[in-house]
């Protein structure tokens, strides 16, 4: 394997950003939910064409790793705050998005790519990030905590019809 590059995403970046978030999502949850729920969520979050209008958005900002031509991870940032009712600061922005490909955990891609987000964040002016996470993905929680996030209130995150338990965690800058 070559060595991974990271550099922003462009609009052609979308079919294969929706084929890596989608795989690493159902790798990761797809055995929680029902074939409708996950289609569902899916289809409207992750398909190319939603992936495509984030693109376009210019509150996201998306950075990709990739080797051999083959996306291996992805970030993406939301530069307004995504929890409102739970913000602390005056320039919240959010993470919204931290994926690698399944065969790629553990090479490092993951911290890589959070150090450069927790950066741009600084650079951009944010005095606080928030993030939410799946309320048992324990893995997760062991890894934000290393960036100095903590659990700030629970929330739900919705797949077709099935709400999840979310933490919402947050870190001052």
């Known amino acids: ?36 729920d996950l289609k569902a969520f899916l289809d409207e979050n992750l398909a190319p064409e939603p992936v495509a209008a984030d693109l376009a958005n210019p509150e996201m900002v998306y950075r990709v790793v990739e080797s051999g031509g083959k ?6 940032m939301g530069l307004k705050c995504g929890f409102p009712g739970h913000a602390r600061g005056q320039r919240v922005m959010e993470l919204k998005s931290l994926y690698t490909a399944p065969e790629a955990t553990g090479m490092g891609i993951g911290g890589a790519l959070m150090d450069w987000a927790m950066a741009e964040f600084a650079a951009r002016g944010a005095d606080e990030v928030q993030l939410s996470v799946y309320a048992e993905n324990f893995g997760a929680h062991r890894f934000y905590h290393r960036y100095g996030f903590a659990k700030v209130a629970d929330i739900t995150f919705k797949v077709g019809d099935q709400y999840d338990p979310e933490f919402l965690f947050a870190v001052m800058l």
Do not use: H, I, N
Request: charged letters at 20%; a positive charge; hydrophobic letters at 45%.
């Open 71 to 76: 996306l291996l991870g992805y970030c993406k």
């Open 1 to 36: 394997m070559t060595k991974p590059a990271y550099r922003p995403a462009g609009p052609a970046d979308a079919p294969a950003l929706s084929r890596l978030a989608t795989d690493s999502f159902v790798a990761k949850f797809g055995e929680l939910y029902s074939a409708a």
